[in-house]
């Protein structure tokens, strides 16, 4: 493992143990999901190649977790729903970003913000498969759009240019609210189905609630996190044979960054590089 990894992950266990204190203080359930748990579960901390840490919270704690003043949260996180300094909204979810850093991600448009972790609220889907499904296609709608919108890149052929010329006549802020409405209008607590709408896996991280359950604690790293209360029946809905490792050619991180500094604010960064 290279030392700029080593030091990425050592950065996010600090802020996700900062995270949890937040969230224990202040009443509010969240779930380890993604990479993250199955790298608890298979690795006991960190996937040896995992750069970042995902987490799931119901939507009634996501949202209080969104209204806590600053106050509630150690002075070096900060919370972003785009990039900063940018006017229009980037994701229908929350990085929490250390700004004592700077990364600069260049995927859809030049964003740049702090070693992060991703906060995802898990909404209610309904109560059968085929209007989970429904739910979920028109969440893409809105996830797409929004993406799309705040793109700094001009398509190549004439279906990606008139998509995007479509969803330019809409105002990004507004994609962004009525995405958030439409997610949170189906009731957490009174549905059968739950799940995370922006993840990577799609319909597979939309399951039956009691496999989330009550949130577990499980070995992460040199600390305890919040999971899925049956983690078998989580990572094989969204993994399949989750305790397969894969070739080494497929051992490497998701993220592609253009720029990284740990030791410089990405509040400084934008001043010094405006």
Known sequence: MDTQLKDIQRCLLNMVKDFHIICNDNKLTYFIIGGTFLGAVRHQGFIPWDDDIDIGMPRD?????????DSKLPSYLTRLSAGYGNN??????????????????????????????????????????????????????????????????????????????????????????????MLAKTSYDNSKYVGNFMGNWGLKEIMKKEILGKPTLYKFEDTLLYGPQLGHEFLSTVYGNYLDIPPKEKQESHHTYEYINLDLGFEEYAKLYK
């Not at 085929?130 to 001009?154: D, P, V």
């Open 88 to 181: 229009k909204r980037d994701f229908l979810y929350i990085k929490l970003c250390n700004n004592n850093t700077t990364i600069i991600e260049n995927i859809n448009e030049k964003r740049i913000e702090g070693i992060y972790i991703d906060i995802f609220p898990i909404d209610g889907a309904h109560n059968t498969k085929l209007a989970s499904k429904i739910k979920y296609y028109r969440s893409r709608f809105y996830t797409y759009g929004i993406w799309l919108n705040a793109s700094e890149k001009n398509r190549r052929g004439i279906v990606k240019k008139v998509t995007q010329n479509y969803f330019s006549i809409f105002d990004n802020n507004k994609l962004y609210n009525n995405g958030n409405k």
């Open 61 to 69: 704690s996501y949202e209080k977790f969104l209204k806590l003043p």
